[in-house]
């Protein structure tokens, strides 16, 4: 959940609450599958930061410090993943920063290979399918999307390549048919973009050389917004055969990002009490909060924060007049059903990599719980209704389901996801 999306999400909020939109259909497999349905992915959720939270040293080093991820990350247990297959999820979502496997030399590199196969392999033993995402940092100041993907000619596409050449190698046996590689997370180009069709096809090149009959996962620009998968044009990708189709939905962000500290927008920062549906509250509700979470704020001045409220309180505007609920969600995934039933992709084939909303605990000032579970709900839903395979976002952290420290798991999350708690 980092790239294009998290860096233009204003005006994707404000076209999200403005327009009507229809609801998406799932994707299909490998032709000889394509009538039954049999990609194993259905149910899953993201792992992240396994492969993530790195130790990268500053400019100009362009390494990291050995081991590169941060010690103190959450990383699932194999008790965790067989509670998670017990709940009834089938998969991950396993994202890998390949920073540090690119900065490496040949020897640390084959341990961080080697430790990304025992992952994929737990989580295998646990009975979930893996769907591997190569996932660039856009915070690292090297080894980062613009760096490595932004265009054939990026000064780091040729060893990104040949690493996605590699995972897809490393891939190709383990567990045929329960294991599928993502070769990038949200594509930083334009819907439109010309440059983004050509990187994915040598992407998909590099894997295909490496692993014939290995399911590679597509998406469209504009970090696989819904508006990016229903630019793709999918014929030319048939080549590629078995492929997945991706994307993400975090719409309306007014809603599922309010607190995030990442985001760029200053709005962002002070919004909370956002309802979910819009009916639950009131704008002057919203408002009231939105004004006591910047009276709090010592870093801001007073000048930034009026120019971040006038902002705020016409954008509050907007989403409390399009009153958003589950019928927009509906509407915004007919959009991907529409562009489905154009080209004949199976809704299975067609699998919803991200979608979540921050969470009100004691590191975060979001959404207040009991909307964020009916969002939840209304998000899983409605793909599902779709007939789209979905992936939760996240396993831990401030959009998670399970406590970091703890590894209980949210009772709201799973009722919301349509899962069953599992014995502890």
């Given at each position: 959940?980092?790239?294009?999306?998290?860096?233009?999400?204003?005006?994707?909020?404000?076209?999200?609450?403005?327009?009507?939109?229809?609801?998406?259909?799932?994707?299909?497999?490998?032709?000889?599958?394509?009538?039954?349905?049999?990609w194993?992915?259905?149910?899953?959720?993201?792992?992240?930061?396994?492969?993530?939270?790195?130790?990268?040293?500053?400019?100009?080093?362009?390494?990291?410090?050995?081991?590169?991820?941060?010690?103190?990350?959450?990383?699932?247990?194999?008790?965790?993943?067989?509670?998670?297959?017990?709940?009834?999820?089938?998969?991950?979502?396993?994202?890998?920063?390949?920073?540090?496997?690119?900065?490496?030399?040949?020897?640390?590199?084959?341990?961080?290979?080697?430790?990304?196969s025992?992952?994929?392999?737990?989580?295998?033993?646990?009975d979930?399918?893996?769907?591997?995402?190569?996932?660039?940092?856009?915070?690292?100041?090297?080894?980062?999307?613009?760096?490595?993907?932004?265009?054939?000619?990026?000064?780091?596409?040729?060893?990104?390549?040949?690493?996605?050449?590699?995972?897809?190698?490393?891939?190709?046996?383990?567990?045929?048919?329960?294991?599928?590689?993502?070769?990038?997370?949200e594509?930083?180009?334009?819907?439109?973009?010309?440059?983004?069709?050509?990187?994915q096809?040598?992407?998909?090149?590099?894997?295909?050389?490496?692993?014939?009959?290995?399911?590679?996962?597509?998406?469209?620009?504009?970090?696989?917004?819904?508006?990016?998968?229903?630019?793709?044009?999918?014929?030319?990708?048939?080549?590629?055969?078995?492929?997945?189709?991706?994307?993400?939905?975090?719409?309306?962000?007014?809603?599922?990002?309010?607190?995030?500290?990442?985001?760029?927008?200053?709005?962002?920062?002070?919004?909370?009490n956002?309802?979910?549906?819009?009916?639950?509250?009131?704008?002057?509700?919203?408002?009231?909060?939105?004004?006591?979470?910047?009276?709090?704020?010592?870093?801001?001045?007073?000048?930034?924060?009026?120019?971040?409220?006038?902002?705020?309180?016409?954008?509050?505007?907007?989403?409390?007049?399009?009153?958003?609920?589950?019928?927009?969600?509906?509407g915004?995934?007919?959009?991907?059903?529409?562009?489905?039933?154009?080209?004949?992709?199976?809704?299975?084939?067609?699998?919803?990599?991200?979608?979540?909303?921050?969470?009100t605990?004691?590191?975060?000032?979001?959404?207040?719980?009991p909307?964020?579970?009916?969002?939840?709900?209304?998000?899983?839903?409605?793909?599902?209704?779709?007939?789209?395979?979905?992936?939760?976002?996240?396993?831990?952290?401030?959009?998670?389901?399970?406590?970091?420290?703890?590894?209980?798991?949210?009772?709201?999350?799973?009722?919301?996801?349509?899962?069953?708690?599992?014995?502890?």
């Amino acid at each position: 959940m980092t790239g294009w999306s998290r860096r233009r999400i204003l005006g994707a909020a404000l076209a999200a609450a403005t327009t009507p939109l229809a609801a998406m259909a799932p994707p299909s497999i490998a032709p000889a599958k394509a009538a039954t349905g049999e990609w194993p992915f259905r149910r899953g959720v993201n792992a992240w930061p396994w492969f993530a939270l790195t130790r990268e040293f500053p400019a100009p080093r362009t390494d990291y410090d050995w081991p590169p991820f941060q010690s103190q990350r959450p990383v699932p247990t194999p008790a965790d993943l067989a509670r998670l297959r017990a709940s009834g999820l089938d998969f991950i979502r396993l994202p890998v920063d390949p920073g540090p496997f690119l900065a490496a030399d040949a020897g640390r590199r084959a341990d961080l290979m080697a430790m990304l196969s025992s992952a994929v392999e737990a989580a295998l033993a646990a009975d979930l399918g893996v769907i591997v995402n190569v996932q660039a940092n856009g915070a690292t100041h090297y080894w980062n999307p613009d760096r490595m993907v932004s265009s054939t000619d990026a000064p780091e596409f040729a060893r990104y390549r040949a690493f996605v050449a590699d995972v897809a190698g490393m891939l190709k046996d383990m567990a045929p048919g329960r294991v599928a590689l993502e070769p990038v997370n949200e594509p930083p180009q334009d819907c439109s973009s010309e440059a983004w069709p050509r990187v994915q096809a040598a992407l998909l090149n590099a894997a295909r050389g490496s692993a014939k009959d290995l399911p590679i996962v597509v998406t469209g620009g504009c970090g696989s917004m819904v508006r990016g998968l229903t630019a793709l044009d999918p014929a030319p990708l048939a080549d590629f055969e078995p492929i997945l189709f991706t994307f993400h939905f975090y719409e309306p962000y007014l809603f599922s990002h309010q607190g995030a500290p990442w985001m760029r927008e200053p709005i962002y920062r002070a919004l909370n009490n956002v309802p979910w549906p819009a009916s639950a509250g009131t704008l002057e509700q919203t408002l009231a909060s939105v004004r006591a979470r910047m009276a709090g704020d010592p870093e801001r001045s007073d000048e930034a924060k009026k120019a971040a409220y006038a902002e705020t309180e016409k954008m509050l505007k907007v989403y409390f007049d399009a009153q958003p609920d589950r019928g927009f969600i509906d509407g915004y995934l007919a959009q991907v059903s529409d562009w489905a039933d154009r080209n004949g992709i199976a809704p299975g084939r067609i699998v919803m990599g991200e979608f979540g909303a921050l969470r009100t605990d004691a590191h975060y000032t979001a959404a207040p719980n009991p909307d964020r579970a009916r969002y939840i709900a209304d998000v899983r839903q409605s793909a599902e209704a779709s007939g789209f395979p979905w992936a939760f976002w996240d396993l831990f952290d401030g959009m998670g389901m399970m406590d970091d420290t703890t590894r209980a798991l949210n009772p709201a999350m799973v009722e919301a996801l349509g899962l069953t708690m599992p014995p502890n």
